[in-house]
T-cell receptor
Framework: GQQLNQSPQSMFIQEGEDVSMNCTSS?????WLWYKQEPGEGPVLLIALYKAGELTSNGRLTAQFGITRKDSFLNISASIPSDVGIYFC???????????FGEGTQLTVNP | DAGITQSPRHKVTETGTPVTLRCHQTENHRYMYWYRQDPGHGLRLIHY???????DKGEVSDGYSVSRSKTEDFLLTLESATSSQTSVYFC?????????????FGSGTRLTVV
């Protein structure tokens, strides 16, 4: 099946720093989604991207749909302690039957 | 709230015993999914359902079975639990016309097989 390579696997940063993570695939996706999971909870959708080249923001979060449709990036600006969690990318195909998830990036923010 | 609940939230069971996890939705959505989450593996699809009595296998379906006798409930059964099935299990519903519009996840069930 399709696989998504998400990097980095983990990040340890200081409060106020900017964060960048990405996902790449050997296959084309028509949708890229980014989720955040906090401890003890299920993942929650942050941003959805539907068009190659699209750049979308949600507060301090910005995500981009790669022009090749094989990658996506998520940036978090001016990180705060509540940004702590696991961030997952997910790719969706045209048929829309199901999503493929990356392995996640564990983010730790030190106050 | 998304209207999806999982039960139990935590369970400890012995090797070889059967275990059933329940996912309940109040949204009347057609598609439901079961994932397991393990360190280093992210979210892996076990089984999914596209309607009452309509189910299909995911990438890690061995050792698991599912049933969907009514729209609101999707059950995951471990017929004979093994230690390798110790994991956190998440149920999800598809809220849009296509999966491209994202899933809504439950809060998870932490299962420990001893």
């Amino acid at each position: 099946g399709q696989q998504l390579n998400q990097s980095p696997q983990s990040m340890f940063i200081q409060e106020g720093e900017d964060v960048s993570m990405n996902c790449t695939s050997s296959s084309i996706f028509n949708t890229w989604l980014w989720y955040k999971q906090e401890p003890g909870e299920g993942p929650v959708l942050l941003i959805a991207l539907y068009k190659a080249g699209e750049l979308t923001s949600n507060g301090r979060l910005t995500a981009q749909f790669g022009i090749t449709r094989k990658d996506s990036f998520l940036n978090i600006s001016a990180s705060i302690p509540s940004d702590v969690g696991i961030y997952f990318c997910a790719g969706g195909e045209t048929s829309g039957s199901r999503l493929t998830f990356g392995e996640g990036t564990q983010l730790t923010v030190n106050p | 709230d998304a209207g999806i609940t999982q039960s139990p939230r935590h369970k400890v069971t012995e090797t070889g015993t059967p275990v059933t996890l329940r996912c309940h939705q109040t949204e009347n959505h057609r598609y439901m999914y079961w994932y397991r989450q393990d360190p280093g593996h992210g979210l892996r699809l076990i089984h999914y359902s596209y309607g009452v009595k309509d189910t299909d296998k995911g990438e890690v379906s061995d050792g698991y079975s599912v049933s969907r006798s009514k729209t609101e409930d999707f059950l995951l059964t471990l017929e004979s639990a093994t230690s390798s099935q110790t994991s956190v299990y998440f149920c999800a519903i598809r809220s849009g016309q296509l999966a491209n519009y994202g899933y809504t996840f439950g809060s998870g069930t932490r299962l420990t097989v001893v």
